[in-house]
């Protein structure tokens, strides 16, 4: 069971305050944003040479959390290494994404990839005026 707010999200009863990555057998690691942040200057692309780092475990589908407003997306290389594996792509905000991998993975082998920060730090609802993530 998985859930999330701002800034953290708890599988199974253990809480992480930062990205995670959850491989087809269950196994969760901190993501390696570095990579993609290096290359980017952000951590809000998904890199291709961040995303091979966690293939290879038999995944038919990939559920990105983008963010808790979905600030976070797939580079264009990334993208295309996914579909050139055959491997499904769902990309949305990260409460929504968590819905989406439990859903699949009783399915399927699914690779989860949660950010759990970026949202709007500084406005009131109707402004947003500062990205956070």
Not at 15 to 25: A, F, G, K, Q, T
Not at 33 to 60: A, C, N, Q, R
Not at 79 to 108: F, H, N, Q, S
């Given at each position: ?11 199974d009863?253990?809480?992480?305050e930062?990205?995670?990555?959850v491989y087809?057998?269950?196994?969760v ?10 290359k980017h200057?952000?951590?809000h692309?998904?890199d291709?040479e ?7 475990h ?16 797939l ?6 290494l996914l579909?050139?594996?055959k491997?499904?792509?769902?990309v ?10 439990e859903?699949?993975r009783g399915k ?26």
């Amino acid at each position: 069971m998985m859930r999330t707010d701002f800034g953290w999200i708890e599988i199974d009863g253990k809480r992480y305050e930062h990205d995670v990555v959850v491989y087809p057998d269950g196994k969760v690691e901190k993501r390696r944003k570095e990579i993609s942040k290096m290359k980017h200057g952000t951590s809000h692309m998904l890199d291709m040479e961040e995303i091979v780092w966690y293939l290879g475990h038999g995944e038919k589908a990939v559920v990105i959390g983008s963010g808790q407003y979905g600030l976070l997306d797939l580079t264009e290389e990334a993208r295309k290494l996914l579909e050139d594996r055959k491997v499904e792509i769902y990309v949305l905000p990260t409460p929504e994404a968590i819905k989406k991998y439990e859903e699949l993975r009783g399915k399927k082998p699914t690779l989860g990839i949660f950010h759990v920060t970026c949202r709007f730090p500084f406005w009131s609802p109707g402004e947003r005026s500062g990205t956070s993530g």
